[in-house]
């Protein structure tokens, strides 16, 4: 199986002019299924026709949502529009239209392969324990000029309507892949999460801001449920906007995301290049 992976390519932010590259590269290297980690859009029109032009260069495209794809203006949480109504019933809505596998809903196996996947939310347990910021920043958002914007635009409510707290979303979305792997019978899996599952993929930087972000990055036990089940040897996520290709116990561990144009140091070309990655199962 040529199975193409890329993440966080954020079209709404990078343009269709980037999104026509990033189709003609998959295309060029003719996959049997593309996965896309997450962060197509926040504009439920721009991920319909994201997914549209993805599905016109791949037979197969596999997606789980990404944090930006569950943001909501908080204006529309009053008509029930909140992060657990987009990521439950938006995109898969979104999915079905274009014809793309959600793994969100549901494991999914090809060709003797499983595909199991979450967005999968952070629990502050890639948290720097050295900045010393307050349990109250991390509660807000806000610490050393830095504001999380998923604290206002990503709002999932409990049973009461109000808020939960992060490491709450994360323990619902953790124990879906986790059934999910359950539910799975091939013998070779590949796990797809939006959050980054392992420590190792995480990326350092000495601004006290961007310490404090990293406990937004992350979740541990996302890794923990991966690397429980044997039969994983492909883990790939996104979020991080850094690349990296490991091997972490028996598997291999991939972030390959495209992330915003201001980032990148070269040609939309070759960003676009380096972001999809191609292996061979």
């Not at 049997?32 to 439920?44: K, R």
């Not at 999380?148 to 323990?171: E, I, K, N, R, T």
């Not at 490991?246 to 915003?260: E, K, M, N, Q």
């Amino acid at each position: 199986m040529r199975l193409v992976a890329t993440s966080d390519i954020h079209i709404d932010k990078n343009g269709p002019d980037v999104l026509a590259l990033l189709a003609g590269r998959i295309a060029e290297l003719t996959p049997d299924v593309l996965v896309v980690a997450g962060d197509v859009a926040t504009s439920p029109t721009v991920i319909l026709q994201t997914f549209l032009s993805l599905r016109a260069v791949a037979p197969r495209v596999l997606y789980v949502a990404g944090n930006h794809d569950v943001w909501g203006h908080p204006t529309l949480l009053a008509e029930g529009q909140h992060a657990w109504w987009r990521l439950d019933h938006l995109l898969p809505a979104l999915c079905a239209e274009a014809g793309v596998d959600n793994l969100d809903a549901g494991p999914l196996e090809l060709d003797g392969i499983g595909f199991v996947g979450t967005l999968g939310w952070y629990d502050l347990s890639t948290k720097d324990e050295g900045l010393g910021a307050p349990d109250a920043a991390y509660a807000t958002g806000e610490y050393a000029g830095m504001k999380w914007m998923d604290h206002v635009y990503a709002v999932f409510p409990g049973a009461d309507g109000q808020p939960l707290p992060c490491a709450s979303v994360a323990a619902v979305l953790r124990g879906r892949l986790a059934a999910q792997l359950a539910s799975v019978t091939a013998s070779r899996i590949v796990g797809v999460t939006h959050m980054v599952p392992f420590a190792e993929q995480l990326q350092q930087k000495d601004h006290p801001g961007w310490r404090f972000c990293q406990a937004f990055i992350g979740h541990r036990g996302l890794g923990e449920v991966l690397r429980s089940d044997p039969r994983v040897e492909l883990a790939i996520a996104g979020h991080t906007h850094r690349r990296s290709d490991l091997r972490i116990g028996g598997l291999r561990a991939l972030c390959t995301p495209l992330g915003y144009r201001r980032e990148w140091n070269v040609s939309d070309a070759a960003a676009v290049a380096a972001a999809v990655t191609l292996v061979e199962l």
